[in-house]
């Protein structure tokens, strides 16, 4: 079975800074999806980024970027220029096999907050 | 609007009672899923579907069940309720494109159930 795992449970930055979020993963799959979730205080869970295991080139969205080390298991998340409205939970997923319904697999999550 | 709607949005009941967490999506997704959100935040797989008529159950044991008749409706049902069901229940949908996987997992706002 597939593990995912967040060794930070809480982070915290300073606004305008940069901050990256690690995520490890265990799987003997070669191809699947990878992804970042954020969930705000009381607020629905929203997608921030996925990345393609076949792509070697990493994802970005706007603030937001991975670095996918395939070899070495590896999906951390970059947020640069953090926001007051970056704090939240973030979850890191990995997509589970057909069989299993290409389902998401979570880490526990880190709880990052932004201050002023 | 394509969204993902979960009622009620907060749950108070007391113990033994049957009560059904609903979930509906416009967006004409195959697949639906429910996770069990613990205090911690940690998220868990109880249930997902692959389409009409087809359910199973997830990692984590439940006493819940689902049913899945319609494309865009996927009800949670705990027969009696008991203490440790308080939680938060997360239902999310995704479709695919093409043979393409991995896509547009949209979750819902959540139900946060408390059984006393």
């Known amino acids: 079975a597939q593990t995912v795992t967040q060794s930070q449970p809480e982070m915290s930055v300073q606004e305008a800074e940069t901050v990256t979020l690690s995520c490890t993963y265990d799987?003997?799959?070669?191809?699947?999806?990878l992804f970042w979730y954020k969930q705000p205080p009381s607020r629905q869970m929203i997608l921030v980024i996925r990345q393609e295991a076949y792509k070697q080139q990493n994802a970005t969205e706007n603030r937001f970027s991975v670095n996918f080390q395939k070899a070495a298991k590896s999906f951390s998340l970059k947020i640069s220029d953090s926001q007051l409205g970056d704090t939240a939970m973030y979850f890191c997923a990995f997509m589970m096999s057909p069989n299993s319904g290409y389902a998401l697999n979570f880490g526990k999550g880190t709880s990052l907050l932004v201050t002023p | 609007e394509a969204d993902i709607y979960q009622t009620p949005r907060y749950l108070v009941i007391g113990t033994g009672k049957k009560i059904t967490l609903e979930c509906s999506q416009t967006?004409?997704?195959?697949?639906m899923y429910w996770y069990q959100q613990d205090p911690g935040m940690e998220l868990h797989l109880i249930h997902y579907s692959y389409g009409v008529n087809s359910t199973e159950k997830g990692d984590l044991s439940s006493e819940s069940t689902v049913s899945r008749i319609r494309t865009e409706h996927f009800p949670l049902t705990l027969e009696s309720a008991r203490p440790s069901h308080t939680s938060q229940y997360l239902c999310a949908s995704s479709g695919s494109i093409g043979q393409e996987e991995g896509y547009g997992y949209t979750f819902g706002s959540g139900t946060r159930l408390t059984v006393v």
């Open positions: 967006m004409g997704h195959d697949k």
């Open positions: 799987t003997s799959e070669n191809n699947y999806y």
